[in-house]
Nanobody
Framework: QVPLVESGGGLVQAGGSLRLSCATS????????MGWYRQAPGKQRECVAA???????NYADSVKGRFTISRDNAKNTVYLQMNSLKPEDTAVYYC????????????WGQGTQVTVSS
């Protein structure tokens, strides 16, 4: 079983910033792509960003220029820096192994709630 522990969410005003973290273990983190996903109430889960083992990144059009994904292989952690937040970014955010829009692990973590007020 691969633990995926997301943290860093919270309540922020529109235009603000948050930095999410996803800590994991139990596999060779450095050779795996990692992605961030989000699910808003009543909507399907969507991939917002992913980073390959080599550091290449992909973003959903809705977050390009505002979100930045990064990774620290020494800490088995992937990050999501979110700037210029909008109310429509409100969702529960999750991480998973795999490339952009290709989650590999069936068991999702508990996620971290991000709420952006207008």
């Amino acid at each position: 079983q691969v633990p995926l522990v997301e943290s860093g969410g919270g309540l922020v005003q529109a235009g603000g910033s948050l930095r999410l973290s996803c800590a994991t273990s139990g596999f060779i983190f450095s050779i795996n792509a990692m992605g961030w996903y989000r699910q808003a109430p009543g909507k399907q889960r969507e991939c917002v960003a992913a980073i390959t083992s080599g550091g290449s990144t992909n973003y959903a059009d809705s977050v390009k220029g505002r979100f930045t994904i990064s990774r620290d292989n020494a800490k088995n952690t992937v990050y999501l820096q979110m700037n210029s937040l909008k109310p429509e970014d409100t969702a529960v955010y999750y991480c998973n192994l795999g490339r952009f829009r290709r989650p590999e692990y069936a068991s999702w973590g508990q996620g971290t709630q991000v709420t952006v007020s207008s």
